[in-house]
């Protein structure tokens, strides 16, 4: 997870001769957009969960041992599951939900971090001459090819090692106009170091919940999570002023804009 973070800073220091901290946008001035962009990614699991109930066979259990998570847990005996979940304070959705939220902020915002210096660090930096849609675009394909190897083996979409591939590249895509946008708001890519982190950390939440579907339709990662993603994007054109705000950030870090 942290080649990124280390080609970043060879291309950077070593073949560009620049300074890395600024250029990268490595500032730890907090503003509310590092609030946004810890919160949206909770938004995003619980809007995602809702989403995935309009499909097919797939409903919400509030009984944590019929929840698609349990798959992963096949081993445990079924009694032994529901036993560990009855002594839980809250449904283990809040509790996934909060911990997932925090982990940006902690060990996840840190893995997070090694991956964002080199997309929306360098490869943000390099591409902003194109324009804020297309160069989100870009990174976005760069960001799900990168997932490649990871994906083949079973990582997010086991069993579908094929059409996870063609999955996570669309879903990045969707995902990085979202991602680069709270990045440039905040001027910082510490801010989506935290939303990728809070993102890795509540992927799961909807699992928790749901019961029917599979990986490649449901949960945020599956169709499911596609289309809030898709609606997102649609907020941001019709509210957001993306175009608008990348010219702002292009001429404070003195980048030459597209034409």
Same mark, same amino acid.
């Given at each position: 997870?942290?080649?990124?973070?280390?080609?970043?800073?060879?291309? +950077?220091?070593? %073949?560009?001769?620049?300074?890395? !901290?600024?250029? /990268?946008?490595?500032?730890?001035?907090?503003?509310?957009?590092?609030?946004?962009?810890?919160?949206? &990614?909770? $938004?995003?699991?619980?809007?995602?969960? =809702?989403?995935?109930?309009?499909?097919?066979?797939?409903?919400?259990?509030?009984? &944590?041992?019929?929840?698609?998570?349990?798959?992963? $847990?096949?081993?445990? &005996?079924?009694? +032994?599951?529901?036993?560990?979940?009855?002594?839980?304070?809250?449904?283990?959705?809040?509790?996934?939900?909060?911990?997932?939220? !925090?982990?940006?902020?902690?060990?996840?915002?840190?893995?997070? $971090?090694?991956?964002?210096? *080199?997309?929306?660090?360098?490869? %943000? #930096?390099?591409?902003?001459? /194109?324009? $804020?849609?297309?160069?989100?675009?870009?990174?976005?394909?760069?960001?799900?090819?990168?997932?490649?190897?990871?994906?083949?083996? @079973?990582?997010?979409?086991?069993?579908?090692?094929?059409?996870?591939?063609?999955?996570?590249?669309?879903?990045?895509?969707?995902?990085?106009?979202? %991602?680069?946008?709270?990045?440039?708001?905040?001027?910082?890519?510490?801010?989506?170091?935290?939303?990728?982190?809070? %993102?890795?950390?509540?992927?799961?939440?909807?699992?928790?919940?749901?019961?029917? @579907?599979?990986? /490649?339709?449901?949960?945020?990662? *599956?169709?499911?999570? =596609?289309?809030?993603?898709?609606?997102?994007?649609? /907020?941001?054109?019709?509210? *957001?002023? &993306?175009?608008?705000? #990348?010219?702002?950030?292009?001429?404070?870090?003195?980048?030459?804009?597209?034409?």
């Amino acid at each position: 997870m942290f080649t990124p973070m280390i080609s970043a800073i060879i291309t +950077q220091k070593f %073949i560009f001769h620049e300074n890395i !901290l600024k250029p /990268l946008g490595v500032s730890f001035r907090i503003n509310r957009w590092f609030i946004i962009a810890l919160l949206l &990614p909770a $938004f995003l699991a619980v809007g995602t969960t =809702l989403v995935s109930v309009l499909f097919p066979d797939v409903s919400i259990t509030l009984d &944590p041992a019929e929840a698609n998570v349990f798959a992963f $847990f096949e081993n445990i &005996p079924i009694d +032994q599951r529901v036993t560990d979940i009855s002594f839980l304070p809250v449904h283990p959705f809040i509790l996934t939900l909060i911990a997932g939220t !925090l982990a940006g902020l902690t060990i996840n915002g840190i893995a997070g $971090f090694g991956e964002e210096l *080199g997309w929306r660090g360098l490869l %943000i #930096h390099e591409s902003a001459s /194109l324009g $804020f849609w297309k160069s989100s675009w870009i990174i976005g394909t760069v960001w799900g090819v990168w997932h490649l190897p990871f994906i083949i083996n @079973g990582y997010n979409y086991p069993g579908h090692p094929i059409a996870g591939v063609f999955m996570i590249t669309l879903w990045t895509i969707l995902f990085s106009p979202i %991602i680069a946008y709270v990045r440039i708001r905040s001027s910082s890519v510490i801010s989506a170091a935290i939303m990728h982190g809070a %993102i890795n950390g509540t992927a799961m939440t909807p699992a928790i919940v749901l019961k029917g @579907g599979d990986s /490649l339709t449901i949960g945020v990662m *599956g169709v499911a999570g =596609l289309v809030v993603l898709l609606l997102m994007n649609l /907020l941001l054109i019709s509210f *957001g002023k &993306p175009s608008k705000w #990348h010219n702002i950030w292009l001429k404070a870090d003195g980048i030459n804009a597209a034409g």
